[in-house]
């Protein structure tokens, strides 16, 4: 959704896109484990930066990788914002493959924004959106070097995923059939659960 609506936004631009798509793309190519750790000192509950900001705005501050109830929204931020250039990149070129007499037509019937892009942009790139939104939910629901890095899988595995869940029976319980299992049922459920987004 993020990704859609600052492509939209970069669509209008035309001298300072390629600046912008680059800013917003430099997070996709670095390291998962370095931005892992950044992140790690960011969210450090009593030195770390976010609670600094949320002090200076007279907020309460949170405990984020340390609490159970804010540690798997914090590593969906992280993610959200390390995956966001790679979907602004693919949205924005689908976008800027639309003709433009489309929303001139559109204008001149008198056409407001929303229904512009409800009626032309969202049908023309509906099988890019389609592809981000596959790719995307195939990439987190086997979300591994995050959890590796930042939490361990804890706090009280409110963070264990299928993917860490996978590496523990293999390299620390070291147990490789039931590893190997874990394995073809994440498999199976990203089969199915492609299908059923295809379908609908």
């Keep these: 959704f993020f990704s ?6 970069l669509q209008s631009v ?14 996709s190519v670095a390291g998962v ?13 009593f030195n770390g930066l976010l609670n600094l900001v949320l002090t200076k705005l007279h ?25 966001l250039g790679y979907n602004i990149v693919i949205l924005l070129a689908s976008l800027l493959s639309i003709p433009h007499h489309y929303y001139e037509a559109a204008e001149i019937d008198g ?5 512009k892009h409800y009626y032309i942009t ?12 596959i790719y995307n939910t195939i990439q987190n629901m086997q979300v591994f070097s995050e959890i590796f890095v930042m939490t361990g899988g804890g706090p009280g595995h409110s963070t ?3 993917g860490y869940r996978i590496y523990q029976n293999a390299f620390v319980f070291m147990s490789m059939g039931k590893a190997a299992a874990n394995a073809v049922v994440l498999l199976f459920i990203l089969i199915m659960v492609t299908l059923l987004q295809m379908k609908i």
């Design 59 to 83: 907020l309460p501050e949170l405990f984020w990788l340390r609490s159970e109830s804010t540690a798997l929204m914090s590593i969906a931020i992280m993610t959200i914002w390390r995956t």
């Design 160 to 162: 264990t995923t299928i």
């Design 122 to 133: 969202i049908p023309l790139i509906f099988p890019t959106l389609l592809f981000v939104f």
């Design 4 to 9: 859609f609506i600052i492509a939209l936004m």
């Design 111 to 115: 056409v407001g924004l929303i229904k």
């Design 14 to 27: 035309r001298r300072t896109r390629a600046f912008f798509r680059s800013v917003f793309f430099i997070p």
């Design 33 to 45: 484990i370095s931005i892992g750790i950044i992140f790690g000192f960011m969210y450090e509950p």
